[in-house]
């Protein structure tokens, strides 16, 4: 849903893999265990942004969808989490963000062909990632990764009230590292 806001409902059908959006749509709005097939198809929606427009618009366009996604999964997660519990919200700033990371890092191995093990240290929360399929990350495509970044960015935006932070991936298993690794700075830029 994230990407059709930022590409289009047309765009979104002529990306390589029409037989998934109907698995997506069929899936929509329940929070079941999503088949094989949809966990495949998202990470290949996400993979064909930067086959169909290129590397380095690819990957800005799956920032934007993840970032337009967080709402959705706001929506349809947010109690399941335990995002909008009065504990939660009463957490101090910190708290919250890391909490919510490792909130969302579930929510990703549940649904998504990433395995994330959220991790922190006093400056930063960390997500090493492993990709599941072979198919979803080929030697130069990092836009799956990128989703993530952009979700990460709304999240943590949603999650401190209105402030913004550094969210980058900083190795990328794309270029040869083992695993890919997104770093949060916990000091908000702004
Ligand atoms: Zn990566």
């Not at 059908?13 to 949809?38: K, M, R």
């Not at 198809?41 to 064909?48: A, E, F, K, N, T």
């Not at 939660?88 to 909130?103: D, I, K, Q, V, Y």
């Not at 980058?168 to 700075?185: D, P």
């Amino acid at each position: 849903m994230g990407m059709e806001e930022v590409i289009g409902p047309d765009r979104l059908l002529s990306l390589q893999f029409p037989g998934s959006l109907q698995v997506l749509a069929d899936h929509a709005g329940t929070s079941d265990q999503p088949p094989d097939l949809l966990i495949e198809h998202l990470c290949q929606l996400q993979s064909s942004l930067e086959k169909t427009y290129g590397q380095i618009p690819g990957r800005g366009l799956a920032v934007r969808s993840g970032r337009a996604g967080f709402k959705h999964i706001l929506r349809e997660f947010a109690d399941e989490l335990g995002l909008v519990r009065l504990e939660f919200r009463l957490m101090p700033g910190t708290c919250r963000l890391e909490a919510g990371s490792n909130a969302l890092a579930k929510l990703f191995n549940q649904f998504t062909c990433q395995h994330v093990v959220p991790n922190q240290d006093d400056q930063d929360i960390l997500w090493l990632m492993d990709h599941l399929t072979s198919g979803a990350h080929g030697q130069t495509e990092s836009s799956a990764c990128q989703f993530a970044v952009g979700l990460l960015q709304e999240a943590m935006y949603w999650l401190s009230g209105g402030k913004t932070f550094q969210v980058e991936e900083i190795q990328c298993a794309s270029t040869g590292h083992a695993q890919c690794k997104v770093r949060i700075r916990k000091k908000p830029i702004q």
